[in-house]
């Protein structure tokens, strides 16, 4: 379970990464790695939260 929890949020970070790259250009050249690494960490962040946890299904919505 944790490692397939591990690999579904290393999928969504990778999916994230064109994005955060281009709104990095926003802002200096010595900040950007500091800010990529705490945008990736915010991210894994919420992706822990219980909201994110239990997610209802498909026939959840019928119940």
Same mark, same amino acid.
């Given at each position: 379970m944790e490692n397939k929890?591990?690999?579904e949020?290393?999928?969504i970070i990778?999916?994230?990464?064109?994005?955060? #790259?281009?709104?990095l250009h926003q802002t200096s050249f010595q900040e950007r790695e500091d800010l990529e690494q705490e945008i990736k960490l915010k991210i894994i962040e919420k992706l822990a939260? #219980?909201?994110?946890q239990d997610t209802p299904s498909f026939w959840d919505f019928f119940t």
């Open positions: 929890y591990n690999e949020t290393l999928m990778e999916n994230f990464i064109p994005k955060i #790259k281009q709104c939260t #219980k909201e994110f």
